[in-house]
Each structure stands twice: as structure tokens, then as C-alpha cells.
């Protein structure tokens, strides 16, 4: 019985921007029939953009997220059945701060072949373009988002950061961006580096990098940009 293969296909950053992946995609997702996804819209219109003469209609979408088990299950048995499929992450690389994991951890129990494709990543292209440690990096997902917690959290990663020297990379929702930006200068250190690295791969690009004490005196706006938080304590 042949093995099933799972294809993990990046989605852009930024609408249209189909040039930063790779060829090679166009003629995997052109054959495969079922596809996991996150997000039905954004990869709907990905295949598209990629292949305007696949015929949409005629494939299986299967949602993978907390919300639907019965997606996994689907695609369980496709890999079961040694059929090929694809996830198709809403932005960005599959299975990085994305549910394609638990989809991935299940091809591997059945001994399928999993497939990843080079892919835009935020995570990576904010910690590339800041300046801060490569060689030794986290990235905390979201950070929490009233206080007293919040502050507590900032004064923790920082201080790993700094004695650890450790790059600390994390997220928000667009529309708190500013009010996160607006507790890390009021609790961190002022001689700490944020960079904030918004609208990526896009005409919008903003990337920052400077002193929590150097953005007090911010005026640009990041307010529902899609954005990466990354921070680099000085070590005393």
C-alpha cells in the first residue's frame, strides 16, 4: 500500500504577493485534490493566484483548527488511504504559531511522508531584519493582555532575555498593538531593544528597531497591522 503525503504549502503575508513563494507549489497544489486549511477564504484564494485553471468547486476543504475535529478526522483517513493532501496555513508557513501541527504530528503516526515548502514566515523575517541574537531566540506567541499580568510578563521575558542574552519574540492582536507598545516602554528598561516588524513582504513594510527608551518618542502608527514584537535585553 502506497504512503500518504501530506504537503505543507506557505501562504503569503501580504495579498498578492505570490512571488516570494516557491515554483515548485504551483504544481503540487495543481493535482491535489483534499486540502486541510485554517482559513477556507485565504487559501481558496491562493490556489487561484497560484492556478487560475484549477476548478475549485471540485475540491475537499477540511477545516483544521480547534473549532473542528471533524477536519483531522477527514484527512486522518485520507493518509490512512494513502492519498496525497496539502495544508494550506491561512498566512505564512504551515504548522509555525498555526493548528498544522496536530495535523502533522498525525501523518507522522502513520508513517506518511510530510512534504514542507520554503515559505514567507513573520516570526523569522522580523528576527533576520532586527538585529538582535540569531543564535539564540524564542518566540512566545501572545503575551497577556491585562494587567497586572501583562506588565509581570514583560519584566520576566526581559529579564531572560538578559541574562540568558536571548532574542524574545511575541505577538498581538493589530488592534492592541499600540497599547502593547505603550506598556513594554512604560515596564521595561529603557535601554532594551524592541523592534517592530509590521506589515511584511507588503508596499506598507515598517521595520524599527531601537531603545524602549528611543520609542517613547514614537509617532508612527501600527494600529491594526498585522506586526512582530521582538525584544533584546542589553546585558549589564
Avoid at 543564535?135 to 497577556?144: E, S, V
Wanted: aromatic residues 6%; proline residues 5%.
Amino acid at each position: 500500500m502506497n504512503k500518504g503525503v501530506l504537503h505543507l504549502i506557505p501562504n503569503v503575508l501580504a495579498e498578492g504577493k505570490t512571488a516570494v513563494l516557491p515554483s515548485d507549489i504551483v504544481e503540487v497544489v495543481s493535482r491535489i485534490q483534499i486540502f486541510g486549511v485554517e482559513e477556507i477564504r485565504s487559501a481558496r484564494r491562493l490556489l487561484k493566484a497560484l492556478n487560475k485553471q484549477i476548478n475549485i468547486d471540485v475540491l475537499q476543504f477540511h477545516f483544521v483548527n480547534e473549532h473542528s475535529a471533524e477536519g483531522l478526522i477527514a484527512l486522518k483517513e485520507a493518509l490512512a488511504r494513502g492519498e496525497e493532501i496539502a495544508y494550506i496555513s491561512e498566512a505564512g508557513c504551515p504548522a509555525i504559531a498555526d493548528p498544522g501541527q496536530e495535523l502533522v504530528a498525525i501523518a507522522h503516526q502513520f508513517g506518511a511522508i510530510v512534504k514542507p515548502y520554503v515559505g514567507p514566515n513573520s516570526i523569522v523575517l522580523a528576527l533576520m531584519a532586527s538585529g538582535f541574537n540569531g543564535q539564540c531566540f524564542q518566540f512566545l506567541g501572545y503575551l497577556p493582555n491585562k494587567q497586572p499580568a501583562l506588565s509581570t510578563r514583560i519584566k520576566e521575558i526581559e529579564k531572560e532575555s538578559r541574562q540568558k542574552n536571548c532574542t524574545q519574540l511575541f505577538i498581538e492582536t493589530p488592534y492592541r498593538n499600540m497599547q502593547l507598545l505603550e506598556e513594554l516602554v512604560k515596564h521595561g528598561h529603557p535601554d532594551t531593544r524592541l523592534c517592530i516588524a509590521a506589515d511584511l513582504t507588503s508596499e506598507q513594510e515598517t521595520i524599527i528597531s531601537k531603545s524602549l527608551q528611543e520609542w517613547k518618542k514614537n509617532t508612527i502608527s501600527f494600529h491594526k497591522r498585522p506586526a512582530v514584537f521582538v525584544l533584546y535585553a542589553i546585558s549589564n
